[in-house]
Protein backbone atom coordinates (compact mmCIF):
# COMPACT_ATOMS: atom_id res chain seq x y z
CA UNK A 1 0.00 0.00 0.00
CA UNK A 2 1.42 3.73 -1.16
CA UNK A 3 1.15 7.33 0.56
CA UNK A 4 -1.17 8.73 -0.87
CA UNK A 5 -1.10 11.87 1.13
CA UNK A 6 2.91 13.42 2.32
CA UNK A 7 3.52 16.60 4.08
CA UNK A 8 7.01 18.40 5.04
CA UNK A 9 8.04 18.86 8.51
CA UNK A 10 10.96 20.75 9.05
CA UNK A 11 13.59 20.02 11.26
CA UNK A 12 14.29 22.68 13.19
CA UNK A 13 17.70 22.93 15.53
CA UNK A 14 16.43 22.10 18.85
CA UNK A 15 15.34 18.32 17.19
CA UNK A 16 19.14 17.70 17.28
CA UNK A 17 20.42 15.89 20.03
CA UNK A 18 24.72 15.46 21.19
CA UNK A 19 25.05 12.77 18.44
CA UNK A 20 24.36 15.22 15.64
CA UNK A 21 20.80 13.20 14.61
CA UNK A 22 17.21 14.11 15.72
CA UNK A 23 16.03 13.06 18.98
CA UNK A 24 14.17 10.04 18.90
CA UNK A 25 10.98 11.74 20.65
CA UNK A 26 10.60 14.10 17.84
CA UNK A 27 9.36 11.28 15.44
CA UNK A 28 6.01 11.65 17.67
CA UNK A 29 5.83 15.23 17.25
CA UNK A 30 6.33 14.79 13.38
CA UNK A 31 3.66 12.22 12.67
CA UNK A 32 1.22 14.52 15.00
CA UNK A 33 2.18 17.32 12.65
CA UNK A 34 1.57 14.77 9.51
CA UNK A 35 -1.50 13.62 10.79
CA UNK A 36 -2.74 17.05 11.70
CA UNK A 37 -2.49 17.59 7.94
CA UNK A 38 -3.86 14.76 6.87
CA UNK A 39 -7.05 15.82 8.30
CA UNK A 40 -7.36 19.44 7.60
CA UNK A 41 -6.72 18.43 4.07
CA UNK A 42 -9.06 15.35 3.66
CA UNK A 43 -11.78 15.59 6.57
CA UNK A 44 -11.22 19.71 6.90
CA UNK A 45 -11.40 20.40 3.32
CA UNK A 46 -8.28 22.46 4.05
CA UNK A 47 -9.64 24.19 6.69
CA UNK A 48 -7.94 23.23 9.86
CA UNK A 49 -10.43 25.01 12.12
CA UNK A 50 -12.77 22.19 12.85
CA UNK A 51 -9.45 20.94 15.26
CA UNK A 52 -9.51 23.57 16.91
CA UNK A 53 -9.30 23.16 20.98
CA UNK A 54 -12.36 24.89 21.88
CA UNK A 55 -13.54 23.07 24.03
CA UNK A 56 -16.70 21.69 21.75
CA UNK A 57 -17.13 19.28 19.02
CA UNK A 58 -15.01 16.06 17.98
CA UNK A 59 -11.56 15.81 18.43
CA UNK A 60 -9.19 12.94 18.54
CA UNK A 61 -6.98 11.73 21.21
CA UNK A 62 -3.73 9.03 21.01
CA UNK A 63 -4.46 5.95 22.77
CA UNK A 64 -1.23 3.87 21.34
CA UNK A 65 1.94 5.02 19.45
CA UNK A 66 4.61 3.10 17.81
CA UNK A 67 7.43 3.83 16.42
CA UNK A 68 10.17 1.92 14.13
CA UNK A 69 13.28 3.63 13.60
CA UNK A 70 15.08 2.50 10.59
CA UNK A 71 18.54 5.02 10.52
CA UNK A 72 19.47 8.57 11.93
CA UNK A 73 18.00 11.43 10.38
CA UNK A 74 20.86 14.15 10.47
CA UNK A 75 20.76 18.27 9.86
CA UNK A 76 18.70 18.30 7.21
CA UNK A 77 16.01 21.28 6.32
CA UNK A 78 12.93 18.78 6.27
CA UNK A 79 11.49 15.49 5.82
CA UNK A 80 8.78 14.00 3.98
CA UNK A 81 6.12 11.88 5.77
CA UNK A 82 3.55 9.96 4.43
CA UNK A 83 0.19 9.38 6.15
CA UNK A 84 -2.08 6.67 5.42
CA UNK A 85 -5.70 5.44 6.95
CA UNK A 86 -5.64 1.26 6.53
CA UNK A 87 -9.10 1.03 8.18
CA UNK A 88 -11.35 2.40 10.69
CA UNK A 89 -13.55 1.26 13.32
CA UNK A 90 -16.41 2.23 15.44
CA UNK A 91 -14.96 5.04 17.68
CA UNK A 92 -11.12 4.53 16.63
CA UNK A 93 -8.75 4.18 13.69
CA UNK A 94 -5.30 3.35 13.19
CA UNK A 95 -2.71 6.08 11.22
CA UNK A 96 0.07 4.35 9.38
CA UNK A 97 3.31 7.02 8.92
CA UNK A 98 6.72 6.84 7.06
CA UNK A 99 9.40 9.34 7.56
CA UNK A 100 11.80 9.91 4.91
CA UNK A 101 14.45 11.97 3.79
CA UNK A 102 16.43 12.60 0.78
CA UNK A 103 18.17 9.35 0.85
CA UNK A 104 14.88 7.29 2.06
CA UNK A 105 12.74 5.80 4.75
CA UNK A 106 14.00 7.03 8.33
CA UNK A 107 10.82 6.26 10.50
CA UNK A 108 7.98 3.91 10.46
CA UNK A 109 5.10 4.01 12.95
CA UNK A 110 1.64 3.74 13.72
CA UNK A 111 -1.09 5.75 16.16
CA UNK A 112 -4.22 4.58 17.09
CA UNK A 113 -6.98 7.40 17.47
CA UNK A 114 -10.21 7.66 19.28
CA UNK A 115 -12.49 10.01 17.97
CA UNK A 116 -13.65 12.04 21.44
CA UNK A 117 -16.63 14.38 21.93
CA UNK A 118 -14.76 17.13 24.00
CA UNK A 119 -18.23 18.64 25.35
CA UNK A 120 -19.16 15.16 26.94
CA UNK A 121 -14.89 14.22 27.70
CA UNK A 122 -15.85 10.74 26.60
CA UNK A 123 -15.34 8.71 23.54
CA UNK A 124 -17.69 8.96 20.71
CA UNK A 125 -18.25 6.99 17.04
CA UNK A 126 -16.38 8.40 13.93
CA UNK A 127 -18.79 11.08 12.64
CA UNK A 128 -20.33 10.18 9.69
CA UNK A 129 -18.76 12.87 7.68
CA UNK A 130 -15.50 12.11 9.08
CA UNK A 131 -15.72 8.23 7.92
CA UNK A 132 -17.11 9.39 4.46
CA UNK A 133 -14.02 11.63 3.47
CA UNK A 134 -11.55 9.24 4.59
CA UNK A 135 -12.98 6.18 3.30
CA UNK A 136 -13.20 8.81 -0.28
CA UNK A 137 -9.96 9.60 0.37
CA UNK A 138 -8.04 6.11 0.89
CA UNK A 139 -10.65 3.44 -1.33
CA UNK A 140 -11.66 5.29 -3.95
Same mark, same amino acid.
Given at each position: ?S????T??DI??D??????? #?N %???Y????? @??????? !?? /? $?????R????A????T????A?L????????????SV?V??? #?? %???T????? @??????? !?? /? $?A??E????T???EA????????D????????EW?
Amino acid at each position: MSFEFTTAVDIRYDDLDTYGH #VN %NVRYGTYFE @EARIDYL !AE /V $VGRGDRSFLAADGEGTGIVVANLEIDYERPVRSVDSVTVGVR #VP %NLGTKSFPF @EYEVRDE !AG /V $VATGESTQVTYDREAEAPQAIPDDWRDAISQFEWQ
